[in-house]
């Protein structure tokens, strides 16, 4: 299945929704209408049942360059808030990932700056070739990251690190980040789909439900206190018991079997 947009590739094959950001020629660069388009697939990915993982990738030279900077030099506060009210920043896109109940993979190649970057930092997984670059350089241009850069990449990698990175805009290789944690995989640029396709393969093997379960409770951590953190997840994994996947789970391994998920 594929739909028609005019800034991104939206397709769906084999239980996983593909969002390719197709504005080479500006670099992917995160302009309103490629926003809303996003926007639009990422939702209808997470309320399709059908669809057990959603990946984003870029076509051309990079992942994104980041945000419009042609349509920044012009605009005034009124015309980012009425902006954020119509389709919001990166965050907006952010919190749809979020709350998405399926995994949600960033496949980077290229370019990873900017809101561009902090779209890939909202995702669940991140898979980088070994080309790819990433950075916060909104300062180069008298801003800071406005699509959450500022609170999720202290969390990511800590305080000090972000710091560094948001204070001098530098460009940081995907190397880099894969030591500090922020990226799962760096693989050769050639096998960078290879890479994604063998994680999908893996994450169709669990229970769709358990998935969704362990994203939520993991959500949580990063905003409850430990105390509160425990109970939250005591109240997940009892839920669980009642779902036809952890009976089939149960017996799958006393059978000594695959197991058959249903997604219930």
Same mark, same amino acid.
């Given at each position: 299945?594929?739909?028609?947009?005019?800034?991104?590739?939206?397709?769906?094959?084999?239980?996983?929704?593909?969002?390719?950001?197709?504005? %080479?020629?500006?670099? @992917?660069?995160?302009?309103?209408?490629?926003?809303? &388009?996003?926007?639009? *697939?990422? $939702?209808? =990915?997470?309320?399709?049942?059908?669809?057990? +993982?959603?990946?984003?990738?870029?076509?051309?030279? =990079?992942?994104?360059?980041?945000?419009?900077?042609?349509?920044?030099?012009?605009?005034? %506060?009124?015309?980012?808030?009425?902006?954020?009210? &119509?389709?919001?920043?990166?965050?907006?896109?952010?919190?749809?990932?979020?709350?998405? %109940?399926?995994? #949600?993979? *960033?496949?980077?190649?290229?370019?990873?700056?900017? +809101?561009?970057?902090?779209?890939?930092? =909202?995702?669940?997984?991140?898979? +980088?070739?070994?080309?790819? #670059?990433?950075?916060?350089? &909104?300062? @180069?241009?008298?801003?800071? !990251?406005?699509?959450?850069?500022?609170?999720?990449? !202290?969390?990511?990698?800590?305080?000090?690190?972000?710091?560094?990175?948001?204070?001098?805009?530098?460009?940081?290789?995907?190397?880099?980040?894969?030591?500090?944690?922020?990226?799962?995989? #760096?693989? %050769?640029?050639?096998?960078?789909?290879?890479?994604? @396709? $063998?994680?999908?393969?893996?994450?169709? &093997?669990?229970? !769709?439900?358990?998935?969704?379960? *362990?994203? $939520?409770?993991?959500?949580?951590?990063?905003?409850?206190?430990?105390?509160?953190?425990?109970?939250? $997840?005591?109240?997940?994994? =009892?839920?669980?018991?009642?779902?036809?996947?952890?009976?089939?789970?149960?017996?799958?391994?006393?059978?000594?079997?695959? !197991?058959?998920?249903?997604?219930?």
């Amino acid at each position: 299945m594929s739909s028609t947009f005019n800034r991104i590739i939206y397709e769906k094959k084999d239980s996983v929704a593909w969002i390719t950001l197709n504005n %080479p020629e500006r670099y @992917n660069a995160l302009d309103l209408e490629m926003r809303r &388009e996003i926007k639009q *697939a990422l $939702e209808d =990915a997470s309320k399709d049942s059908s669809i057990l +993982a959603i990946v984003i990738k870029g076509s051309g030279k =990079a992942f994104s360059a980041g945000g419009d900077i042609r349509a920044m030099a012009e605009m005034k %506060p009124l015309d980012v808030l009425n902006m954020a009210k &119509e389709v919001g920043t990166a965050l907006v896109l952010s919190e749809i990932i979020r709350s998405a %109940p399926k995994p #949600v993979i *960033a496949a980077v190649h290229g370019y990873c700056l900017g +809101a561009g970057f902090e779209l890939a930092q =909202a995702c669940d997984i991140i898979i +980088a070739s070994e080309d790819a #670059v990433f950075g916060q350089p &909104e300062i @180069n241009i008298g801003l800071i !990251p406005g699509g959450g850069g500022t609170q999720r990449l !202290p969390r990511l990698i800590g305080e000090k690190k972000a710091k560094e990175f948001i204070f001098t805009g530098e460009k940081i290789p995907a190397k880099e980040m894969e030591r500090m944690g922020l990226v799962n995989k #760096v693989v %050769p640029a050639d096998k960078l789909m290879d890479a994604v @396709n $063998e994680f999908i393969a893996k994450i169709k &093997e669990k229970s !769709p439900i358990a998935l969704a379960a *362990a994203k $939520e409770a993991i959500n949580a951590s990063l905003e409850l206190g430990l105390t509160d953190g425990f109970k939250y $997840e005591a109240q997940i994994f =009892a839920q669980l018991f009642s779902t036809e996947d952890q009976k089939e789970g149960a017996r799958a391994f006393l059978e000594k079997r695959k !197991p058959v998920w249903k997604g219930k």
